[in-house]
């Protein structure tokens, strides 16, 4: 066997040689960008033996992801659970001829040419136990990844722009799970999200909008829930009766978004002004990226407005607060669109609870394509947000 040390520039030349060169590919790589040689590795892709990409973070490049779709062999790593996904191993084999580099080169534009990076080149056959554990390796390596399907990619592009918008984007980019299911949803970009909300027979989107803007002009406003008048509040919770709408403000359609009518303890909680109540929606930042953790200390405050009530709150009642205070990320998901949602979603409506409201409906939502683009111009701007509560327009079936 020969070893021969390489720097960043030599490691690239080497990966074209060898790829010219043998008949199989065995890759195990934590990172792939858009790199001069992407082209070259796909126009190879009937060579791919066990190809492996990781995605932790989302730093793998989505035009990468996108190259993978129906390629047999080739993969993206998304069962590593016990820590990050990080190979740099490019295996080459033909016959019992085999090569391989090993080094700290990812396949992108830092790891072969602009960063400081040092691989060794082993060439040798399939005899020698170094190289033999390098082809096991980058088998063992594939038993991590999946298959990409196209509704995948359109779920990682969506996350990989979401991730820049973050101070830490996570591990894992892409809840796996219900991709399938989501794909259409997630798949829309915004002009086809603007068409078919604006084209929806079961919302006026311009008087939807405005109750949007009232309700979030009136948090802007005001410290707490608990200094909304007692019809504000009621307006927010969408219980507010037709002879209770004394002003300009009030006179409006609040059982859009969810009525909330029947839910007579939530009711009461909410004319009664529960401080659990304010407490929970107080705790929603009006603006930027809302965390788990403020997630669940709203759920927490919200069952505690009921401890004494002989029905709680559950997801229609929560999340209609959460819709009116955070359009941008929250939907009401209640009895009129519940079916549609778990459907676009894939979940079982039946298992929806505040536990997994977040994972089952907000999370998969902020992968969409039409979510993670930029604010557009008017008119569409006021839509951008109140995007996600908006989608109430394509869910409800009355």
Request: proline fraction near 4%; glycine fraction near 8%; charged fraction near 25%.
């Amino acid at each position: 066997m020969h070893a021969e040390f390489l720097e960043a520039q030599v490691v690239q030349q080497r990966l074209k040689q060898y790829m010219d060169h043998y008949d199989e590919f065995h890759w195990a790589v934590a990172w792939g960008t858009d790199v001069d040689l992407l082209e070259q590795l796909f126009g190879h892709r009937a060579k791919f033996t066990n190809v492996t990409f990781g995605v932790a973070f989302s730093q793998t490049d989505p035009a990468v992801v996108d190259a993978l779709v129906g390629v047999a062999n080739g993969y993206i790593a998304t069962k590593f659970k016990g820590g990050t996904y990080h190979p740099k191993v490019y295996g080459f084999r033909s016959g019992k001829q085999v090569a391989a580099i090993v080094g700290s080169a990812n396949f992108t534009h830092g790891g072969l040419g602009k960063n400081f990076e040092a691989a060794v080149a082993l060439t040798g056959t399939i005899d020698d136990p170094a190289l033999a554990n390098i082809l096991a390796f980058a088998r063992t390596s594939a038993r991590y990844g999946q298959e990409v399907t196209q509704p995948y990619a359109d779920a990682y592009r969506a996350s990989y722009v979401r991730a820049a918008r973050l101070p830490k984007p996570p591990r894992d980019p892409v809840q796996t799970a219900r991709i399938g299911a989501a794909g259409k949803v997630m798949a829309m970009n915004w002009d086809e999200y603007s068409r078919r909300v604006r084209s929806s027979r079961h919302h006026n989107v311009t008087k939807s909008l405005e109750l949007i803007a009232v309700a979030r002009r009136w948090f802007a406003t005001e410290a707490s829930f608990a200094s909304f008048s007692p019809a504000q509040r009621k307006a927010i919770a969408g219980i507010l009766g037709k002879y209770q709408k004394y002003d300009s403000d009030l006179e409006r359609e609040w059982g859009w978004f969810g009525s909330m009518g029947a839910a007579g303890d939530f009711a009461n909680r909410v004319a009664d002004n529960d401080p659990s109540l304010a407490r929970a929606l107080d705790g929603i930042p009006l603006s930027g990226e809302v965390t788990r953790a403020q997630y669940d200390r709203y759920c927490t405050l919200f069952r505690r407005a009921f401890e004494r009530s002989s029905r709680t709150g559950g997801v229609p009642s929560a999340t209609r607060l959460l819709s009116m205070k955070r359009p941008d990320t929250f939907l009401c998901v209640c009895k009129p669109n519940v079916v549609a949602v778990a459907k676009a979603l894939g979940f079982a409506r039946t298992t929806l609870d505040l536990d997994n409201y977040g994972e089952r409906v907000v999370e998969p939502i902020k992968l969409s394509v039409w979510y993670n683009a930029d604010k557009p111009d008017h008119p569409d701007g006021e839509l951008w947000e109140a995007r996600v509560a908006m989608l109430d327009a394509l869910f409800y079936h009355s």
